[in-house]
């Protein structure tokens, strides 16, 4: 899996690209929890790059909601290809996660 | 938040005791989200009770027993006692024939969610089969096609009902895919199975020692045959140590289906019935077999088993059944496959298994991986996610 970082208007951004699965996850895990780990509770996952994801994936993503909400921080996503989204919709997640449709408009939020 | 679970729940043994008792063990943790938990489970028998495992600092769990399988009254008492405690939301942990095995007080059980989202509090339900995929006459419930077609309409009309609950949440693809194409329901959604067992950090690696154990877990007499004692008659000459373990019960629907079987194979050596098994033994049970066999002649879409022996990296031997066969390619398991109707296919799959130890530890590692990919600790945080989101609707 391709992975970039990046901040934009403060906002902690991850980048991923290719397939987000069971054996992808354990860099992304990690990134969430140095985010954590610094206090940084707004963060963005850029998914544009993502053509394939699974459960384990999903999960790692809502476990970073959680921890984020905890700190009343939001974990936001943006640029999802449509069979990512779709995947969104048959776990109702697209209705837990706020989901952009470019980097902009999810690092707008606290801009 | 307050939350209130309607399921089964050891030692209670109806059907879904497991997933109750795992999903309620992992939920007691979540304090950052939940507040209460409230069980209404079913009457146990005189002298039984429930009692509840409690860390330092874990959300406490009520037991209210408020409903007996195959009660007519069921969906009453639960409705009333949802007012008494009035939760935030209401889990149903259900598949159809969760409240009983007649075909009346099934279908009245099964307005329950309805009936209690008619009172205001929010219901979520984690529905384990639909009845499109099931088979009547193999599930017990079938008798001549006029009846069958009668309960297949039932079966219409009481999903229509369940589909009523605010969130419906089944664990196989093809159910959502059936409940938003046939019904139009837009409350349902996909959420992982998950697994019972924590993680190690090894996959088990070595193959078991001594006889080929050969064994099969669950409720038997619906879905589950005496196929397999056939194909274990079949194997027996070139296996004559082998053993077959039948750890579980009969199915509410088919008591005394054990008995029979015993008597019809008393000829056969080596097969060993265990009756019930509780929760601390499901290891040992799982660890002691060289492949788990799953005998279905149809499937419920219960995948319960499969996540277990994943869970403690068994080799499996499936039949080629429609969503069995799909959950296993999607969820990454892997397992020998046999003709449904079969004993002679179901030999052979076992075979395939037992005297190739490099395929039963490769299959076994696969389904250890697949099975600790997502434990069910997380798919709690899934359903809480829901439920926030539930809340915050109403609010």
Known sequence: MDITHKV????????????????????????LKGQAEAGKVNLVVNLAGVNFIDSTALSTLVQGLKHCREKNGELHLCCMQQPVRVIFELTRLDKAFSIYTSEEEATAFQA | MRIAIVTTFPPGKGSLNEYGFHFVKFLQTKTDMVSEIVLFVDELPEGEEYSFEQSAGQIPVRAVPCWKFGAWDNVLRIRREVKKINPDIVLFNIQFASFAAGKVPATLGLLTPWAVRLTGVKTAVLLHNIMETVDLKQAGFGGSKIIESVIRLFGNIVTRFILKADIVAVTIPKYVDILVEKYKAKNVLLAPHGSFEEASEDVPASAPTGAPNIMT??????????????????????????????????????????DGVKNKFSHVPNIHFTGYVSEEDVPKIFNDSWVVVFPYTSTTGSSGVLHQAGGFGRAVVLPKLGDL?????????????????????????????????????????RNYLAANGLPISEVVDWYLIHFQELLNRKN
């Open chain 1, 8 to 31: 934009s208007n403060s906002i902690n951004i991850i980048q991923l690209g290719g397939r987000f699965d069971a054996h992808e996850v354990a860099p992304v895990v990690a990134w």
């Open chain 2, 217 to 258: 877990f669950g409720k038997f007499g619906t879905y589950k045959k005496w196929i397999l004692m056939e194909a274990f008659e079949k194997l027996q000459p070139s296996h004559p140590t082998a053993k077959l373990v039948i750890a579980g019960t009969d199915n509410p629907n088919v008591k005394g289906y054990l």
């Open chain 2, 325 to 365: 066969e799909e959950l296993v390619i999607e969820e990454g398991y892997d397992g020998e496959f046999f003709e449904p109707e079969s004993a002679q296919s179901l030999a052979d799959a076992i075979c395939r298994v037992i005297d190739h130890p490099q395929r039963m530890l490769e299959i076994g590692s």
